[in-house]
């Protein structure tokens, strides 16, 4: 990367230009039916304090019992960004008072994580690869629900979140920019779904980030750095980091100093505001729960995770570039999500790959996007992509025919063989036929046959044009301008 | 039958059997006596019309033949325990009226076996006190010299009180740092507090977390094992409980002790250590070398420091665990003008002195700053102590000692907190390392009071254990009962 790259990360401010330094902490929910210490269900949307055991509402007497699936979703997570499964962890209590909070504290885990440090790797805004490094993961249980404005003077508790289980992947501060902050969350939410271990859902709070912004000269000693709580979706993370950066830059060139402080987001105005200073910061007495052992793994537990590992999001890419010739922009994009893959791999069976992603990229996700279709809802089946491009590869049909029927298999979900024949649409490839409409746009353009003749050759484009309107496009461009080459001589 | 109350379990069992009485009568013979002992103050809720009903499907049962392993048994239950349907406040004002849905692994064990609940018995709130007096509703008298108002012991001060005073035939207790033993000893009853992660903790108030832990106090030895066969169970609930198999402690009773080694700590001594106590551990020596054990004196040096580390690890444990009494939930809630002023009002008014006093101590011990010289420091030392205790098992098999350093003392008398502390001095250890104890009466002093001997063991021996308190039993004969018995 050369200095000018890096340079368009800087905030210029008046005196100097000033890096921003991000590091996130990711909790994402882990995907389990049941929660992390109880056997209470984990079903969003479900009535308030419908999903509540015993444990959860913190009855005398009731004690965790953890739940493998949760240890298992971890592992997979830490082994999906290369990091270490520590075969020793610990969980522990972290101890305030509130009122969603029915023991009185969160179990967590403090010195001893499940998952040690690993990497991930993002595309920065110049499109290169750059490692970001992964602190650890640990586990924890979420907190509830207060709802503040259902009385005039009652808050109400909602506990069916509370003892979901929640992985805190805290990033090393490696982080320079929104943009980067930005792509290193989704690149988090791919890698989470793809191997099914969080469904990555940000509007149900399912994925929801804490960021922590310094801003320093480049290059020198890192900054005070404010905290920014809960934010639940990639725009706003972008727009807070921005916000909170330029915030703390001028600050510093009208000679303050950063407080050390936990902020929050106001979407609606796009600033954050202070919550808490660090003098108001909890104690939170973390010590090692004794109502749950140490949680300790085996080598062979560990491995057997390992082996079922499905392929991840960069392997995928790697083997989309190699086997279907697409390019690392293409292969990125298809790599964004589980579906996608399936999608294009489905029909981009025996096609040209590169044709598909084409059509796959630009012309459907433009219809989806246009008519306001999710994915999942999309009305072109994979096998009918693949018909599609075959039709144009064997030149049934042209590429502008290719184009309205597309528009027709998008509004129908009908097969484009079928399409094609009731319509009548295939391309003529026949000499003669061809012949026959080339003559007749001779016939009834002959001035401009004459310019053309005397040197204009400009107007080639025009015959071809018309050829292709007279034969209602189904003409094979590429016999329409030999046989038009062979007869305007 | 002239009088039911003095039976143990084991020949009440086989009374039931051979129908010289019925279930029915022995349950309600009891209910007399805990009317005639209520100014003992030992039951906290009692469940007549429940136990009466279940005495009717006990008397069923032995009538066709299908009698459980404690078919009929009327037992009290320390308010610790959550029981279903019936009132549970682990004598705190913060749980008054607190009536659980669900009943604790251990008690329901017993239920499953045919025993039968008379009531909740009163003990120190949250089991935090040496004497009974920290109750809500008011202390327990012991029935030796009820007159002279003595203390029951504590925190099982109402179960060792009424088993003493023939109130129930047995008991459940719990014990972390000495509730099953120091009472059992106080009262003339038998006490065991079996390892760590022996019962389920599940469904019993959490004092300390990684000390507490469920025992019987019946009236002999033989009862102790009936009761902890039953009481005992892994359970997949309880993330600390041991799933080890559970002997049948009755069947295997009565082992000869010839050959085995008793490790007699000599620094199971202080200053204030009455004359009586020690002649009661002398007479416990020469009943063991009477029967072939061989005794040996051994050093335990880390035993001074088991009480400061107790007195970190349990507060600071119980100032977590009990966070949850918050007034938002259950249990009692005063209101106040924010969430912060109610907790504060009734978190000040549902709790007592001393409850407050640990809380205090366990916040501190556990803040910032101050957690590496307290509770990590005594987290190390009481790893130290598990060590030692684990070192001087590959020497001897059990160890005796003293359980309590003086016989009870008169409720009221001691103001000097750290000199009520200084009663777990002989019981807190075995907390600490998890390993199992006895204590069971020899003789009484010379104010006609209980003194109590306890026997030490590897983990999971509580078979051994029982087979030496057996033998110790038979020899000592400690036959008295108490002056405020019921009769």
Redesign the interface.
Known sequence: MTNADQNSNYISGKTSDWEIVIGLEIHAQVLSSSKLFSGASTEFGKDPNHNVS?VD??????????NQTCIKQAIKSGIALNAEINKYSVFD?K?Y???DL????QISQYKYPIVGEGSLKITDVNGEDKIIGIERIHLEQDAGKSLHDQHPSK?F?DLNRTGVALMEIVSKPDLRSPEEAASYVKKIRTVLRYIETCDGNMEQGSLRADCNVSVRKPNGDLGTRCEIKNLNSIKFISQAIQYEAERQVEILENGGVIDQETRLFDTSTGETRSMRSKEDAH?Y???PD????PLELSDSQISKIRSEMPELPDQLVERLISEYGITKYDANVIAEEKEYVQYYENSAKNRDGKLVVNWMTSELFGLLKKNNIQFNQNPISPNYLNELVELIENKTISGKIAKDLFEIMFATSKSPKMIVKEKGLEQVTDDSAIEVFVDQVINENKEKVKEYLSGKDKLFGFFVGQVMKVSQGKANPGLVNKILKSKLK | MSNLLQFSISETLSLLEKKEFSTQELVETYINAIEKTKDLNMYLTTCFDQALEKAKISDQNYLNGNQRFLEGIPLGVKDM??TKGIE?T?SSKI?KK?I???E?TVTQNLWKEGAINLGKLSCDEFAMGSSNETAAKGEVINPWNFEEKRTPGGSSGGSAAAVAAKAALAATGTDTGGSIRQPAAFCGVVGLKPTYGRCS??????F???LDQAGPITRNVSDAALMLQVMSSYD?????SSNKDVPNFYNDLGKSIKGIKIGIPEEYNSDGISSDILNAKDMTINFLKENGAEIIPVKLPLTKYSLPVYYIVAP??A??N???Y?G???GARIDGNS??EM?ENTRNLGFGDEVKRRIMIG?YV???GY?DAY?LKAQKVRRLIKNEFTEIFKQVDYLVTPTTPTTAFKLGSTQDLLTMYLNDVFTVPASLAGIPGISLPIKLDKNKLPVGIQILGKDFDEQGLLNVAKVIESCASFKDTPNGAAS
């Open positions: 015993l509402a913190a009855m005398p007497g009731m004690l965790p019992v953890i209590r101890n008072f509130y009122a029915p023991q009185g504290y808050s508790i104690d007495r973390y010590f004794p109502d749950l052992l | 325990f959550c549970t682990a749980l607190f659980p849905t669900y604790s903790r599940w469904g019993i108030v959490a300390a977390s990684s997949p609930k309880d993330s600390t600071a444990e100032s977590s009990l966070a949850r918050d938002v939930r259950y969430l912060d907790y916040t556990l803040s910032s957690y509770y």
